[in-house]
C-alpha cells in the first residue's frame, strides 16, 4: 500500500513508464489502483522510431504486471513523506 498511496500522490503530474518488453511511454498519470495498474494521458513514447504504430495512440491503460519501472518527475519525489510512510507501515500502524 505504500507504494499506492506514493501514486496517487503523483497524479497529474508527468511520468515516464518503462515496459517489461522495453518500450517507454511518457504521459501524464491520470489514475492508479491498488495493483499498480496505470492509466496515462497525452502520452508519447520515448523511441519512436521504433514503436510506430503508437505514434497515434493518446491515451493508454498499463497493467501494473508489465511495468519495469516508472520514472518520476524530480520535483514529485518527497522524501520526508516517503521516510514517515516507510517509518509506519515498518510499524504496523
Known amino acids: 500500500m505504500l507504494f499506492f498511496s506514493y501514486f496517487k500522490e503523483l497524479v497529474g503530474k508527468e511520468v515516464t513508464v518503462e515496459l517489461k518488453n522495453d518500450l517507454a511511454?511518457?504521459?501524464?498519470?491520470?489514475?492508479?489502483?491498488?495493483?499498480l495498474n496505470i492509466k496515462l494521458e497525452n502520452i508519447k513514447v520515448v523511441d519512436d522510431d521504433k514503436y510506430p504504430h503508437?505514434?497515434?495512440?493518446?491515451?493508454?491503460?498499463?497493467?501494473?504486471?508489465?511495468?519495469?519501472?516508472?520514472?518520476?518527475?524530480p520535483d514529485g519525489v518527497d522524501v520526508d513523506i516517503l521516510h514517515d510512510?516507510?517509518?509506519r507501515e515498518a510499524r504496523g500502524s
Open 85 to 87: 510512510a516507510t517509518r
Open 25 to 35: 511511454i511518457r504521459g501524464t498519470l491520470h489514475s492508479v489502483d491498488q495493483y
Open 54 to 73: 503508437m505514434l497515434s495512440v493518446r491515451n493508454c491503460f498499463i497493467r501494473g504486471s508489465v511495468v519495469r519501472y516508472v520514472e518520476l518527475p
